[in-house]
């Protein structure tokens, strides 16, 4: 009987390991078999925090581009209109080419034909925006006329060609006021534009109006 016991315990330790084993196996292949679902979240998660990182990293960067090489708009280059000339500006009435000038004729003589006149100023109109005229200043000058010189009155406001002659018996008349002498021709404070060749001399006389 006591040889039977320890055979019958031996058998049973052997069955018991056997389990054992068995039990320790499938807990092993368990855990494997869960750690790879685990291994693969992880590694899914750790690619989409790296593709969203690249994302941001992309999405920053393209702005930024985006920024530095957006062209501006119109508004911000187009020059600015320049500013516009005032229509009042009287002084225009005031430019002359060169030779010629606007003068004051105080006396006349002729044989050699010639005009004492005083030099002038433009002066813009007080009253009137645009308007401006000339006025007679200091001084006395005296000037010879060219051979062949030409010479224009105004009858009202009409210019009409006339000898020089007739131009320099006008400056007289309306120096004295000789209404006789005057004729069809007006006056208008004895104001002429000359117009000078390089000696000097007066090639052209025109009468100029004032109102």
Same mark, same amino acid.
């Given at each position: 009987?006591?040889?039977?016991?320890?055979?019958?315990?031996?058998?049973?330790?052997?069955?018991?390991?056997?389990?054992?084993?068995?039990?320790?196996?499938?807990?092993?292949?368990? $855990?494997?078999?869960?750690?790879?679902?685990?291994?693969?979240?992880?590694?899914?998660?750790?690619?989409? $925090?790296?593709?969203?990182?690249?994302?941001?990293?992309?999405?920053?960067?393209?702005?930024?581009?985006?920024?530095?090489?957006?062209?501006?708009?119109a508004g911000s280059t187009a020059k600015p209109s320049?500013?516009?000339?005032?229509?009042?500006?009287?002084? $225009?009435?005031?430019?002359?080419?060169?030779?010629?000038?606007?003068?004051?004729?105080?006396?006349?003589?002729?044989?050699?034909?010639?005009?004492?006149?005083?030099?002038?100023?433009?002066?813009?109109?007080?009253?009137?925006?645009?308007?401006?005229?000339?006025?007679?200043?200091?001084?006395?000058?005296?000037?010879?006329?060219?051979?062949?010189?030409?010479?224009?009155?105004?009858?009202?406001?009409?210019?009409?060609?006339?000898?020089?002659?007739?131009?320099?018996?006008?400056?007289?008349?309306?120096?004295?006021?000789?209404?006789?002498?005057?004729?069809?021709?007006?006056?208008?404070?004895?104001?002429?534009?000359?117009?000078?060749?390089?000696?000097?001399?007066?090639?052209?006389?025109?009468?100029?109006?004032? $109102?």
């Open positions: 009987m006591s040889v039977r016991r320890p055979a019958a315990s031996l058998l049973l330790a052997a069955a018991a390991l056997a389990l054992t084993a068995c039990s320790s196996g499938g807990t092993t292949t368990a $855990a494997g078999s869960s750690a790879t679902p685990a291994a693969t979240v992880a590694a899914s998660a750790s690619a989409s $925090a790296s593709a969203g990182a690249t994302a941001s990293t992309g999405a920053g960067t393209g702005a930024g581009t985006g920024t530095a090489t957006a062209k501006p708009t320049a500013k516009p000339v005032p229509a009042g500006d009287c002084t $225009a009435a005031a430019q002359r080419p060169g030779g010629h000038k606007v003068i004051s004729a105080t006396v006349a003589w002729g044989g050699p034909d010639r005009i004492g006149a005083a030099p002038t100023r433009f002066v813009c109109g007080k009253d009137v925006p645009g308007e401006g005229y000339w006025e007679a200043t200091t001084g006395d000058d005296t000037y010879f006329f060219a051979p062949g010189a030409t010479a224009e009155l105004l009858v009202g406001t009409q210019a009409k060609a006339v000898p020089v002659a007739r131009a320099l018996q006008q400056v007289v008349a309306c120096t004295t006021d000789n209404k006789a002498s005057q004729g069809e021709y007006g006056c208008y404070g004895n104001l002429y534009e000359i117009t000078l060749d390089g000696a000097g001399k007066i090639t052209r006389i025109a009468a100029m109006y004032r $109102a």
